[in-house]
């Protein structure tokens, strides 16, 4: 069985058939535009003529979002200089920091679609300067190592905007947020919930809009005891990622502003304890968001 396999791989056979070695290459180069990136490295092993398919630029660009050269602009320009198709996709699916490194993006493995993150950091935070309420702690946990803690406010809002040209397509944008701070005890995760408090006596509105008119709000409670109590308490000491809404983009010209907010705004009572790392920004149908609310 080894041997047959190994003979379908190499220029002909034993018997005189022909094997997968006698495919033109520019024939695996044209099948490889169907393929994701993952299975075109995977048959790339396979033998010389699949080899060299997986390498051509024409397959590679095929995955590349339209737009690949503004995201290059990002970067250095010593980074990609003089590099294939090929490493510049493997170069763009790790993260590309900017905007002071507060914002991130990257292309998805399988589809080359762009995905993005944006820290708290990034975004306009009522009461941060006060450190009474608010203040900021490094972690592993967040992409951008440092997440925004809130200790206790009367008056809950975030809000940011990111201007990019999004190539076309449907993006979901969420908010990702954790109630209790984390902290390592005797080398293990913990979670302390002394300050949270407030997020189960009323919603937070979540709202999102766009330079071309459209418009999304979602409302939930974060902190939802006896929902929590029926499913195992799954909010508390989590990282849950809660939906906004979605945006279309049908053109990267010209280019696409997304505002977004997080508030609750009730100041008949004080909340506290809860730690906002990021708002993502994907393709909808990319993956299934473990998102409550919307």
């Known amino acids: 069985m080894g041997a047959s396999l190994s003979n379908l791989t190499e220029n002909g056979s034993a018997d005189g058939r022909p094997g997968l070695g006698d495919i033109p290459e520019s024939c695996v180069a044209c099948v490889f535009m169907y393929l994701t990136p993952p299975e075109i ?3 790339a092993r396979l033998n010389r003529a699949f080899r060299g398919a997986a390498s051509s630029d024409a397959v590679w660009e095929s995955k590349l979002p339209c737009n690949y050269h503004q995201l290059l602009d990002l970067l250095p320009r010593q980074n990609y200089e003089g590099l294939c198709k090929k490493d510049i996709f493997a170069l763009l699916a790790r993260s590309v920091p900017f905007d002071d490194g507060n914002k991130a993006l ?26 009474r309420h608010w203040n900021w702690f490094p972690t592993q946990e967040s992409r951008f190592h440092v997440v925004a803690y809130c200790q206790q406010v009367w008056w809950f ?3 940011g905007t990111v201007k990019f040209p999004f190539p076309p397509d449907i993006y979901t944008l969420t908010f990702r947020v954790h109630l ?5 005890r005797l080398g293990r995760r913990a979670c302390n919930f002394e300050h949270t408090h407030g997020w189960d006596l009323g919603p937070v509105r979540f ?58 705004i009730d100041c008949t009572h004080s909340k506290g304890g809860l730690c906002v790392d990021s708002v993502s920004i994907t393709p909808s149908d990319l993956k299934v968001h473990t998102s409550k609310g919307v």
């Not at 990257?106 to 006060?130: F, Q």
């Open 157 to 159: 809002e975030l809000s």
């Open 106 to 131: 990257w292309l998805d493995r399988i589809s080359g679609r762009i995905c993005m993150s944006i820290s708290s950091k990034a975004m306009s935070i009522t009461g941060m300067e006060d450190r």
């Open 41 to 43: 490295c995977n048959l």
């Open 180 to 184: 209790g701070k984390i902290f390592k």
């Open 207 to 264: 709202e999102l809009s766009t330079s071309d008119g459209q418009y999304a709000v979602s409302e939930c409670f974060l902190d939802d005891i006896g929902q929590d109590d029926a499913n195992g308490n799954i909010k508390r000491g989590s990282w849950i990622e809660y939906k906004v809404g979605e945006f279309i983009v049908s053109s990267s010209d010209p280019v696409t502003e997304v505002r977004f907010s997080m508030k609750q």
